[in-house]
């Protein structure tokens, strides 16, 4: 985080922390991964689940902010912070999100130092709603994608595919991986103690960094108002009759 607060100095851009963000759970789980000497199925799973996720979610945040400038909440604090920009970034940003990624990714530090090798319903059941999970965000990222270019959707709301039944399939999706990876941590020693990890990223896309931040874009935008009334905002769920 310290290196990529120097990159996006250089730059003028901090926004590209949202393409550090996945890359950072591979080097915790190739790290954490490396240096347990014993090989067993539940590190190597969870181990190839985060590099898919963090492989797929890097390369998609890199695609879409290809030729375009700071996203719109990093510019906005970039213009309110002034002459405390660089002090605020660093910490707000940067070692705050090194933060919450290392409580995030603790569950894939217990599963990694952990030597059960037997596999139980819970990793059954975890793997199962990693996979819904993935599907939600890797399919709500490219139906939203393909919806902006679109010239005829221009400046519109999509509200197709996955985002007829939710509003965030993809932070919907991201939820519910961090949950499944936790329900495959119970099979192992003190495995409880990584309900901080969902916890937390729940409670980050629910109320700070995600689905709060990115609606206030659309206050008073009559359009997402109609669409909200018959659309949940977070679990999926059949749209609302007008």
Do not use: C
């Amino acid at each position: 985080m310290s290196f990529i607060f120097i990159l996006a100095w250089i730059i003028k851009d901090n926004s590209i922390v949202d393409i550090a963000w996945g890359i950072g759970f591979i080097l915790v789980a190739i790290v954490t991964f490396v240096l347990q000497p014993v090989r067993v199925i539940r590190p190597i799973l969870v181990t190839a689940l985060i590099l898919v996720w963090g492989t797929r979610l890097a390369a998609h945040i890199a695609i879409r902010k290809r030729g375009k400038g700071e996203d719109f909440r990093y510019a906005k604090w970039r213009k309110d912070w002034g002459k405390w920009l660089h002090v605020r970034s660093f910490i707000q940003i940067y070692i705050l999100q090194g933060l919450f990624l290392l409580i995030i990714a603790y569950p894939v530090m217990l599963i990694n130092h952990s030597k059960e090798a037997e596999i139980f319903f819970l990793d059954i059941a975890g793997l199962i709603i990693w996979f819904v999970g993935f599907f939600f965000e890797a399919v709500g990222d490219y139906q939203l994608t393909k919806s902006k270019k679109k010239e005829e959707n221009k400046g519109k709301i999509i509200t197709q595919g996955l985002w007829k039944y939710t509003r965030h399939p993809n932070y919907f999706g991201e939820v519910a991986m961090w949950w499944g990876i936790f329900l495959i941590a119970l099979s192992v020693e003190n495995g409880w103690t990584a309900i901080v990890s969902p916890l937390l990223i729940t409670f980050l896309l629910l109320k700070v960094s995600g689905i709060t931040m990115l609606e206030k874009k659309y206050v008073g935008n009559k359009e997402f108002e109609e669409y909200a009334k018959s659309t949940s905002a977070f679990f999926p769920w059949l749209p609302k009759k007008k």
